[in-house]
């Protein structure tokens, strides 16, 4: 869930990618789409309806990473833990389209954008609660504000891409080379 939570915020959040302006998408329905898409390859198309509300949902995960990135965790455990209880989330083990047995965060009858809210919530909630509650960040490459999930080794991850990655380490060689 937390891939999907990523994912959404750098799909529906306007902001800088790379280096360039990222605006809020003309078609959020197709942007969610590729969003749930990168994690989840089967996901069906979102509507244009659902896309705004996943887009709604999507600045407020992006207000948890930001609150980590800023060194305020209890300002993060706090949004996620207003996210799952407005979504009511709850683990269920649920069998359907010929799938296995599977958890689930939210309950039958809910809306497309508020069971994403309860699975990225909970998954978000869950890194918090551990000894990786640091792991969660906004890229620091200049010009980006891409979020991501650290899971090297090592947890020293500061980019959103290897792209962003690349773009500093030029940018710092070729003010190198010019001294």
């Known amino acids: 869930m937390i891939r999907v939570a990523v994912s959404l915020v750098n799909e ?4 800088e990618r790379r280096g360039r302006p ?3 998408p003309a078609d959020a329905g197709a942007a969610a789409t590729a969003g749930l898409r990168a994690v989840y390859s089967s996901q069906r198309e979102v509507t244009e309806a659902e896309g705004a509300e996943l887009a709604q949902v999507a600045a407020r995960l992006r207000a948890v990473f930001e609150a980590v990135a800023d060194g305020g965790i209890d300002s993060a455990a706090t949004q996620v833990n207003a996210l799952l209880e407005e979504t ?4 269920m083990l649920e069998r359907h389209d010929g799938e296995p047995w599977h958890l689930h ?10 069971d994403w809210a309860a699975s990225c919530a909970t998954g978000l909630a ?3 609660g551990s000894e990786f509650s640091d792991r969660l960040g906004v890229c620091t490459a200049p010009h980006c504000d ?3 999930v650290d899971v090297s080794r090592n947890g020293t991850r500061r980019f959103c891409s290897t792209a962003c990655q690349g773009r500093v380490k030029t940018a710092a060689f070729r003010a190198r080379s010019k001294s």
């Open 126 to 128: 869950i890194v918090l």
């Open 88 to 91: 009511h989330a709850r683990p």
């Open 146 to 148: 891409r979020v991501y």
């Open 12 to 15: 529906l959040t306007p902001g």
């Open 105 to 114: 965060f939210h309950g039958r009858g809910g809306t497309m954008a508020g």
């Open 22 to 24: 990222f605006p809020v």
